[in-house]
């Protein structure tokens, strides 16, 4: 499994943001779940949203509950997260990550940065 993770960058406290991790190889139904973390500076990655594709099954951590949204294209192998309201605390590092068997396969880390 590879997986390319996109989104991020600069963005406005307040405003969203969108993250997106395709299945580059192999289909997205060929994991058992997908799963966004983050790492702030001097912090520990922490799961933030997770997913399984073959069902319905989504979870938020506390501190994103009610705030993202997990959307899936299929066709593209691909599924989003997207983070409304964002403050200056969800300032960190971004990873996707897809458990496969007793595998863990991560994407690329993407920096969001959220400030004014």
């Known amino acids: 499994v590879q997986l390319q993770a996109s989104g991020g960058g600069l963005v406005q406290p307040g405003g969203s943001l969108r993250l997106s991790c395709q299945v580059a190889?192999?289909?997205?139904?060929?994991?058992?779940?997908m799963k966004w973390h983050r790492q702030a500076p001097g912090n520990q990655r922490e799961l933030v949203a997770g997913?399984?594709?073959?069902?319905?099954?989504?979870h938020f951590s506390d501190d994103v509950k009610g705030r993202g949204t997990i959307s899936r294209d299929y066709a593209k192998n691909a599924a989003y997260l997207q983070i409304d309201y964002v403050r200056p605390e969800d300032t960190a590092v971004y990873y996707c990550?897809?458990?496969?068997?007793?595998?863990?396969?991560w994407g690329q880390g993407t920096l969001v940065t959220v400030s004014s």
């Open positions: 997913f399984i594709p073959s069902g319905s099954v989504e």
């Open positions: 990550s897809a458990d496969q068997g007793q595998d863990t396969y």
């Open positions: 190889l192999g289909s997205i139904f060929s994991i058992n779940a």
